[in-house]
Structures are given as structure tokens and as C-alpha cells.
């Protein structure tokens, strides 16, 4: 750890200063340049941004006389990153107001008619950081911005209802008689009616939700608790003779509002919105002409491209929408859609799928339809829904305060009916005293507060975990379903063979030219192997897409290409012409992770029962299967992600886990997804759990994480069952009056919450 | 107990009027982050301005 010259904060790495911003700052005050002294010309990667057709989809101002874009930054680090981008104007003049929200790492900027978007973007770059433009929909931010301050109005409230009874309270509690009595009562009442009528109102319409499909869930039980609490109270203060329970009610419901607030912020921070769109946040297409227009380039964003759209798609872009391949032959990285870690060769005319990743060169593409009729974005929109209707399961707690609710007012309402004959107004006094005492604290916060300390711990571990009800479900499963390519296996490929093995560097150095530009798997590969050899500066290559490439270097004719791949054995083959002979070759596999073999003999151990699911062929599916020791009648291959979702529903309770959205299918059909890699948002949206730069041994982490979570909810459960029903029997037997009861209720509460951090700490 | 009403009185009136305070730091959005002013208010202005002038 090393401190920062600059800003003093703490940080991992040996440097003087712990981000670009201190130092530009530090050295700016020493008296060397302004952080942002000359912008230099604008960089091809921003220069799109500035035409105009583009930059009006980003520029949210309604007025003429100015612009306003939002910015992801990636790269915030300090407080130093927040003075600087909030003194942006003072470095360059085109901006003139910036506000940054450390939060949620956006920057907001007002700048003159006069700028460009690309331009801001490329100041932002030159401060050391890395802005993305962002385009979100007014009404949706609105709309978020609204609830959250209604529910902290409400949360206000609930604190300053709950303090201000308790200092009625006391002194009555302490013996306050007479008039002064009776007025602070009457206080307590009036106190008490804004909570009533206003802190308590989602509890009503939760409840009338739930009341519609004939259910009862927690919320209906606390609002007959707030109700039984008022109106009794109501009735013992008019008839100036018994207990009032205005201060132990409202203190219940604020614990409640503020459990439920914390961890709805928890879970905020991770759900979004649309998938389709967070894929393709930084594409920018290049539009060569379109078919009733004159020829002109033109850059358009996701949603600007149209049917008939003649697009230049660029290495390494993502197709947009479905349509037909221009260009005589194209390689496609179709990993995303399938799940196959070679690249597919696509013919003229054929047709190519948005999601398709271009790993060739420039290749010219005819868009069918647009973007959001793809048969990605139907798949992806309807996998949406399915997903938000997959979370409404029954949980233990839905279980355990439904029926709690059920047996409590059942209990009180047989127990009214046969004594109020001989109690009198005693027997609804014991009915209160059960309902106020069995009142579901540890159902209402107890387990709220668990979920959201679990996903904060989860959180800081580098877990994303989209809902806490993860928690629960993960304790019911037994079994665990394994994507293979990228999951079992590691991404990149691994060079087994080189023949001849002492294959000379300068060959090795032609090699990497041949490669440079490119981002084929093989390509990849040898980048990463030979990384210490340079690289033959080769000018021209040429693509022979499926074939390989080919390059006159140095007055030799080079050639690399792929001789043919041995499906059984894994092997992809490689061949390196010099003048038309061949020299060498260089043969490929997939390799398996190192931790495969041990998480699975650990779930193995455990009485796990681990599967395999993959569109590969069976030969190498029964290979990886044999290296990690999964059970070869637990192997599923050459599946579609059709049949691996139909898979996935029959194997239900199941865990998959799968390496991001090639397995979007088999996700989002799971009980419960794990996804270790992929784009984060959209990744995020199908999964259940998020782990990246998490290797395979965190499942075993992050199930006995829940598992921890999962034993203290229902601890918390067990002891409120005891405690509600000893005190219920108390209550009914009379030895425990409603006053007790209220400040019994409390008492519960605190011991749920201390049991909950100290087990969760 | 004249005294007492006029101190529960004063203590209504602070308790509304802080109620009311809060609802307008809410409606001015102060709450809407609560990270960012945190680094915010650790700029130096003299030296800024000092360095702008």
C-alpha cells in the first residue's frame, strides 16, 4: 500500500500519486502546465461523434443556445478526479458547467452551441479518464429520481413520528398522571396520524396487491398491526383508562421502512434496464449509402439504422441487426450467439445474425430489418419478462409470514369468540396483546436486513448478485449444470505442438506480423505466447477468410493457413508457407481450466450432482468431461440453446453456470444463473450472479456465503416462532397485558438485529 | 404547567419545522447522491483561484 502525494488516499502500487488526476493537478499547482493546457486534434475514435445526426441522439438540451451530454467515466479514483471534472470550464472553454455523480460515475456537461460531442469526449480521454456518452431516457431517470426521494420522505417521517412519541411516552411510562397525561396522550394521537396516513401507505396498497389474488403476505399482517395498535390506543384514550401503544407502533414501523429502504438501495444499484441496448452502448456504424439516397458516409448509432441500411461494419464491431452478408466472404466470431469458440466463414449473400462479432476485416453488410426486430433484441426483450416473472417464487419468508398471519388471526379470532362471553373487554385486550406480540418482526426486517448485509459483503467480494432471494434459492440446489467452452475451458486457445520445435524467431517474427491485425483465436494465442519477439512490420496482409492470411514480406510470399482441425482429438492445425513451401505448423486445443477438476471433485464430495451442457460435438465433450470428472451420463452435447433451455426447465431446482450471454437461454430458464464473464450490464440482466474475474472456486464461495445467510434467516425465524409463540401463550393466558406486549415486541426486534450483524459481521 | 405547554409547543414547532427542512433538502435533491459532495467539499478553492487568476 502507498500513500498518494497529492490527495493522501490510500492505494495499491509503488507510483508517487494514486491517478492521472492527482498528478495533473499536483503538477499544475507546482507550477507546470494546466491539466488540460492544448487539446490536441481530435482522434478517428471521437471524430464521428461530431457529426451532427449522431451528436443530436446524445444531446439532451431543448434549447438553442446550448448543449447537454452525460458521460460514463471509467477511472474515477480520488476526490482529485471530482475537482478536476467539476473544474473542467476552467481547462477548456467549450464546457461551461460540469457535475459529476461519484455514485453512479456519471459526469453531466452544459457546454456552448459551438462544441462537438466528439471533442468533450477527447478532453475528457486527454485528463486520463475514459468516457462512454450515454443516452438515458428523461422520464425513466425522472421517475427513479422520484421514488427515492418519496421513499426518504417517508423514511423522514417515520424517524421524526417515532422520536417525537417516544418523548410523550416516557413520561407517562415513568408515572405522568393527570391532565398532563391526558394531554401528552392526545399529542401521541396526533403524532401518530401522519403515520397513519401517510408513512403506512405502501403497506396498504402491498397489501390490497396481495389481497387481490387472495393472498396474505407480511404486508397485510403489519398493516392489522398498525390498525390494532391505533385503534385500540384510539379507544383507551378516549375513555381515559388503559394503555396507549402510539410510541412501540410507530418505532415498529420506522424499523421497517428503514430495513426495507436500505435494501432496496442495495438491489437499485445493480438491476437495468434494456439488454439490447447496454450491448451495443459504444457501437457507432458507418453507413455507406442508402438505397434511395445519393452515396454519402454517414455514422448512425444503434437505433438510427433502418432496413435496407448498407453498413460498413468494422474488425472486431457487432452485427446491429439481422441481414445479409455484401462482401465476398466475412469470418464471424458467433460465440456470443452459440457458443462455438471458432469463428464461422460466411459467404456472400448468407445471412448473418445481429450478435455476430466480425473478427475478419472490413466487410460491407445489407441490414433485412432494424435493430430492435432482430431476432436477438425479440429474444432478449422476451427473456426479460420471463426473467421478472421467474423472481415472484415463494420464499421461506413469504411462507413462513403467510402463515404465520393465518394461525395468529385465526387464533385470536376462535379465542375472542368463546370468552369474550366471560372476559368481557379482557378478551380482546389478550386478542391484542397475542397480535401485537406474534406481529412478524423477524419476517418484516429481520430478514430484509440479512439480504441486504449479505449483498453488501457479496458486493465487496466481487460478487453482482441481482436479487437477495438469491440467498435462499441457492440453499434448495443439488444440482449444478456446467457450460463447457469458456467455462470449463479457458477462453484462449493453447499451442500443444510446433513442428519443427525450434522453429527459428525470425519465422516466429513473420508469424506475429502476419497476425497483428488480427483477432482470430489463433491469432490471439501466439500474441500472448510470443509476446517477448518482435513483430515483422508487414504492411499489406491479405485475408483469405477461412483460409488465413497471406503477406509479401521482404520479396518472400508468406502464408499461414488453417490445414484442417481434428475434431476428436481437439487439434486445430496451422500451416506457415515460405514461397508457396511449407515450413511449419503450429497445431491447437482447448485447454481446461486448472480449478475445473477440483471444484467439481469438491461439489462431487458434497452429493452435488454435476452436469455438462455444451453444442460441441461429443468427442471433445467427453474429453473435457473425463478431464474434470463429470459423470459421461451427465454430459449433454451437441445441444442448440433451444434444447439447452429445455434442459436447463427439466433440470430445475438447477445452478448453471455459464461464461455470459452465449448462454443467455440456458441463464435465464435456471432457478438460479451464474455467469463468470461478459459484457457487465447486459451479463447482469440474464444472470442471477455476477462473478468477473472470478475463477471457478468462488461457486463454492459464494454457496456457503448463502448458505451462511440462509442459516441466519432462518434462526431469525426460529427464535421469533419461539419467542411469538411463548409470548402468544403469555398473552392469552393473561400474564402479559398489551403494554408488555409492545414493549416486548422491540425487545425482539433489537435481538434480531444484533443476532443478524454479529452472524453476517 | 404553563411552562411545560410552552415547552412541548416550542418542541412541536422545531419538531415540523425540521420535518419541513428535510422536505427541502429532499426537494432540492441534496439527498439524491450522497457520495459526491463528500469529495466536493475537499477542494481547495483559495489555491484554484489563486492558480485561475
Known amino acids: ?761 | 404547567m404553563t411552562t411545560i405547554l410552552f415547552m412541548v409547543s416550542v418542541a412541536l414547532l422545531l419538531s415540523v419545522s425540521f420535518v419541513g427542512f428535510y422536505f427541502w433538502a429532499l426537494s432540492s435533491g441534496q439527498y439524491d447522491d450522497l457520495e459526491t459532495p463528500a469529495h466536493r467539499m475537499l477542494k481547495d478553492e483559495g489555491k484554484k483561484n489563486e492558480k485561475l487568476n
Open chain 1, 1 to 761: 500500500m502507498s500513500t498518494c502525494t497529492y490527495c493522501q488516499s490510500s492505494f495499491y502500487g509503488q507510483s508517487l500519486f494514486c491517478c492521472q488526476s492527482c498528478k495533473l493537478l499536483s503538477n499544475w499547482l507546482e507550477g507546470g502546465v494546466a491539466p488540460l493546457n492544448k487539446l490536441n486534434s481530435v482522434s478517428a475514435k471521437w471524430l464521428k461523434y461530431n457529426q451532427l445526426v449522431l451528436e443530436s441522439t446524445f444531446n439532451s438540451s431543448i434549447g438553442i443556445t446550448e448543449k447537454k451530454f452525460k458521460f460514463y467515466i471509467g477511472g474515477l479514483q480520488c476526490s482529485s478526479c471530482v475537482h478536476l471534472l467539476e473544474d473542467f470550464s476552467n481547462y477548456f472553454p467549450d464546457v461551461i458547467y460540469s457535475k459529476l455523480n461519484y455514485s453512479s460515475r456519471t459526469l453531466e456537461t452544459t457546454s456552448k452551441i459551438s462544441s462537438s460531442l466528439g471533442t468533450i469526449c477527447e478532453a475528457i480521454e486527454q485528463l486520463g479518464y475514459e468516457p462512454t456518452p450515454i443516452k438515458e431516457s428523461a422520464d425513466y431517470e425522472m421517475a427513479r429520481t422520484h421514488e427515492n426521494r418519496d421513499d426518504l420522505k417517508r423514511l423522514g417521517v417515520a424517524a421524526a413520528i417515532a422520536g417525537n412519541l417516544m418523548l410523550f411516552s416516557i413520561p407517562v411510562y415513568v408515572g405522568l398522571e393527570g391532565p398532563l397525561a391526558f394531554i401528552f396522550n392526545w399529542i401521541s394521537f396526533f403524532i401518530f396520524l401522519p403515520l397513519l396516513f401517510y408513512v403506512a401507505v405502501p403497506f396498504y396498497k402491498k397489501s390490497w396487491g396481495s389481497l387481490l389474488v387472495r393472498r396474505i403476505n407480511v404486508d397485510t399482517m403489519i398493516v392489522v398491526a398498525l390498525w390494532t395498535g391505533f385503534a385500540l390506543s384510539t379507544y383507551n384514550l378516549l375513555q381515559n383508562f388503559g394503555q396507549i401503544y402510539f410510541d412501540s407502533t410507530a418505532s415498529f414501523i420506522f424499523l421497517i421502512v428503514a430495513t426495507r429502504y436500505w435494501l432496496k438501495r442495495q438491489q437499485d444499484k445493480l438491476i437495468h434496464k434494456n439488454i439490447f441496448s447496454d450491448l451495443f452502448t459504444n457501437e457507432i456504424y458507418e453507413v455507406k449509402s442508402e438505397v434511395r439516397l445519393p452515396a454519402h458516409t454517414l455514422f448512425l448509432s444503434l437505433y438510427q439504422i433502418k432496413k435496407e441500411h448498407l453498413l460498413v461494419i468494422k474488425q472486431n464491431q457487432l452485427i446491429p441487426c439481422d441481414g445479409e452478408l455484401i462482401s465476398k466472404t466475412a469470418e464471424f466470431d458467433l460465440s456470443f450467439l452459440t457458443g462455438e469458440a471458432f469463428p464461422q466463414v460466411k459467404l456472400r449473400g448468407e445471412k448473418v445474425r445481429a450478435g455476430s462479432r466480425l473478427v475478419s476485416a472490413l466487410c460491407d453488410f445489407h441490414c433485412k430489418t432494424e435493430a430492435i426486430d432482430s431476432e436477438l433484441s425479440q429474444a432478449l426483450a422476451k427473456l426479460e419478462i420471463e426473467h421478472e416473472s421467474k423472481s415472484e417464487i415463494q420464499t421461506l419468508s413469504d411462507l413462513i409470514s403467510h402463515r404465520l398471519t393465518l394461525v395468529v388471526f385465526s387464533l385470536a379470532a376462535v379465542f375472542f369468540a368463546f370468552t369474550y362471553r366471560y372476559l368481557g373487554i379482557e378478551a380482546f385486550q389478550r386478542c391484542l396483546a397475542l397480535i401485537t406480540i406474534a406481529c412478524p418482526c423477524a419476517v418484516a426486517f429481520g430478514t430484509p436486513l440479512a439480504h441486504s448485509l449479505g449483498l453488501k459483503k457479496a458486493l465487496r467480494k466481487g460478487y453482482f448478485i441481482k436479487s437477495s432471494a438469491v440467498f435462499e434459492k441457492l440453499s434448495h440446489i443439488k444440482k449444478i449444470i456446467f457450460d463447457k467452452t469458456g467455462t470449463l475451458t479457458l477462453p484462449q486457445l493453447s499451442l500443444v505442438e510446433i513442428f519443427p520445435p525450434n522453429l527459428c524467431n525470425e519465422y516466429k517474427s513473420v508469424i506475429l506480423g502476419l497476425e497483428n491485425a488480427s483477432l482470430h483465436p489463433v491469432a490471439l494465442t501466439l500474441k500472448a505466447l510470443w509476446k517477448e519477439m518482435p513483430t515483422a512490420s508487414i504492411e499489406k496482409v491479405t485475408e483469405v477468410a477461412g483460409q488465413g492470411v497471406e503477406a509479401n514480406y521482404s520479396g518472400h510470399l508468406y502464408q499461414l493457413s488453417k490445414a484442417y482441425s481434428d475434431e476428436a482429438h481437439e487439434i486445430m492445425q496451422v500451416d506457415f508457407f515460405v514461397d508457396q513451401l511449407k515450413v511449419a505448423s503450429l497445431s491447437f486445443e482447448e485447454k481446461v481450466k486448472p480449478e475445473a477438476a477440483l471444484v467439481i471433485s469438491k461439489f462431487n464430495q458434497l452429493y452435488f450432482k454435476t452436469m455438462m451442457l455444451t453444442g460441441d460435438i461429443r468427442h471433445r465433450a467427453l474429453a473435457v468431461a473425463k478431464s474434470v470428472g463429470i459423470k459421461f451420463e451427465n454430459v449433454y452435447f451437441e445441444q442448440s440453446l433451444i434444447s439447452k433451455q429445455m434442459l436447463v426447465k427439466k433440470e430445475n431446482p438447477c445452478l448453471f453456470v455459464g461464461d455470459g450471454l452465449n448462454d443467455v437461454a440456458a441463464l435465464s430458464e435456471a432457478y438460479v444463473s451464474f455467469a463468470i464473464q461478459g459484457a457487465f450490464e447486459s451479463t447482469l440482466q440474464v444472470s442471477d450472479i455476477y462473478a468477473p474475474k472470478k475463477n471457478l472456486s468462488s461457486l463454492l464461495e459464494i454457496i456457503d456465503w448463502s448458505h451462511k445467510i440462509h442459516q441466519t434467516v432462518k434462526t431469525n425465524l426460529a427464535f421469533a416462532l419461539f419467542y411469538n409463540l411463548a409470548g402468544g401463550a403469555c398473552a392469552l393466558l393473561g400474564f402479559i397485558n398489551p403494554l408488555v406486549a409492545a414493549v416486548l415486541m422491540p425487545i425482539s426486534s433489537a435481538l434480531i438485529i444484533a443476532h443478524t450483524t454479529w452472524r453476517l459481521r
